[in-house]
């Protein structure tokens, strides 16, 4: 019976990525919250997530590498494979990728609000630190697994 | 991993905010300097804040264009006109006795200062938050 680590982690390393690079967006909004006409943008979470566990459904079966380890090539099976997204990574978010619909107009084009941002990314933020801990707990269980 | 390009994205944003800090400072400095003509007389100087979309933080990001760092483009120099004062006693006097000062509005400064301060308070935040998710993804598995 073979054991796959990546389906035994479930969405999560999945969602991690996806958080991850969603902090990444919210980043970019507060770096950028002085820019005249920047226009703040974020993730659509619910389907970079669904496209993200697709694609790793899809390599997951041929044991290929996890999508959500970005410092791994993802195994090319198409020759779209090479122009879809980056090449580091196997989950691109770059399609889900909305502009924020300001609250109120700004003089100078700018969309980012500071405090929502900033609230975007600390909840983000705590999602990260839960995925983690489901991982985690994925882990220890294994850990008992092992040695008892 | 997108978690270390928001290093590149919240020091870019950190560093223009310092440049925005750094005129504030110079144009509250100057605020009572004089010239002897108006041309010469300090102007304010603002920096102007540009996204990059296609630098290093941007092009290598499965987000691509999304993660945009800041960069300040160029520092302008305000072109509203300072004020003319009658002074002759200043060594500084034109032969008519006039002074020109700088043309630096010190409550404009200093709400552009808090907002300065307050964004870059915001950058360091989400790098010190950042910089906690990525050494806890670090431990993971070890306890």
Redesign the interface.
Known sequence: MSFNLDSYLGVQPDALEVYSQRADVLAANLANADTPGYLAKDIDFRSALAAAGQSDGKGGGQGAPASAGGALQPETTSPDDLTAGSPQSGVSTQQYLKYRVPLAPSLDGNSVDSQMEESAFAENNVRYEAALTFIEGDFSNLNTVISD | ???S??FD??G??MS??SV?LNTVASNLANSDSVSNSPQSAYKARYP????VQDSLAAG???????????KVDGIVQSTTPGTASYDPGNPLADANGYVYSSNVNAVEQMADMI??S??YQ??A??LN??KQ?ML??LK??Q?
């Not at chain 2, 102007?48 to 996204?51: N, R, S």
């Open positions: 991993m997108a978690l390009n928001i994205i919240a870019s944003g223009a905010e925005r102007v804040f540009q996204a290598t990001g499965p987000t691509g264009a999304a993660d945009a760092a800041v907002s300065a307050r964004s915001n950058d935040d989400v938050t950042s998710l806890d993804t993971l598995g306890s």
